[in-house]
């Protein structure tokens, strides 16, 4: 009896232990598969926010009409250098739109190496603070866009967009852009804390 005891008891815990090293690989496998899936969608919205910063700073930038009228001392014209939000705007999406380039080379090591911390850890501050950055210049320039467009009565600030239509739509166009960019941001920073967090 304690012979067939034994005999029973041997393939019981030889069994359990194959059956628990195949889990084991399979869930690792999982688990680089998943953070890889993550790494390739974070670089696919890092060239989709490259593509939203260069446009606003395009568009913003070339932001220039002159009116087909003018007097003998004064020539009606509206440029983005006319105002330091606007130019504070183009230097901030700039500096925003160089860093999402710089960054693809992290982005890249994230998808080669999945388990690596480092890379992804370095890309969600680096992006928090372009971030930041992004939506400060968005936010000046979309006030200052909300005047052009509706103006200010009790500041006497006249709505131009009736004369510059042309201008208007392009700086209107150029702080959508923007806030596209910053909704991706958002979007990118998720992905790496959740990312780490799988960690």
């Known amino acids: ?38 790494a390739i969608f974070d670089l696919i919205l890092r060239l989709a926010a490259i593509a939203t910063a260069l446009a606003a700073a395009a568009a913003m930038g070339t932001s220039d009409e002159t009116l087909p009228f003018f007097t003998q001392f004064f020539q009606f014209q509206a ?18 739109g ?12 994230a998808i080669v ?26 936010a000046a320039a979309a006030a ?21 239509g042309d201008f208007c739509q392009k700086v209107s166009g150029a702080v959508v852009a923007s806030f596209i960019t910053v909704v991706i941001f958002v979007f990118l920073i998720v992905l790496s804390a959740f990312a780490l967090r799988r960690h």
């Not at 005891?5 to 399979?26: F, N, Q, R, T, W």
């Not at 160089?98 to 090591?109: A, E, T």
């Not at 200052?144 to 510059?164: D, E, K, M, P």
């Open 113 to 138: 190496r999945p388990h690596a911390v480092g890379p992804r850890l370095l890309l969600i501050i680096l992006d928090a603070v372009a971030l930041t950055l992004n939506t400060a210049a968005g």
């Open 144 to 164: 200052i866009v909300y005047l052009a467009h509706n103006g200010n009565s009790n500041t006497n600030w006249l709505a131009i967009c009736q004369q510059y």
């Open 79 to 96: 440029s983005y250098d006319d105002l330091p939000t606007f130019q504070f705007f183009v230097i901030a999406i700039a500096i925003v």
């Open 98 to 109: 160089g860093y999402l380039v710089l960054s693809l080379p992290f982005s890249i090591v």
């Open 1 to 38: 009896m304690k012979s067939e005891s034994a005999a029973i008891d041997i393939p019981e815990s030889s069994s359990v232990a194959k059956g628990k090293a195949p889990l084991i690989a399979v869930s690792r496998n999982e688990k680089g598969g998943y953070r890889k899936g993550i």
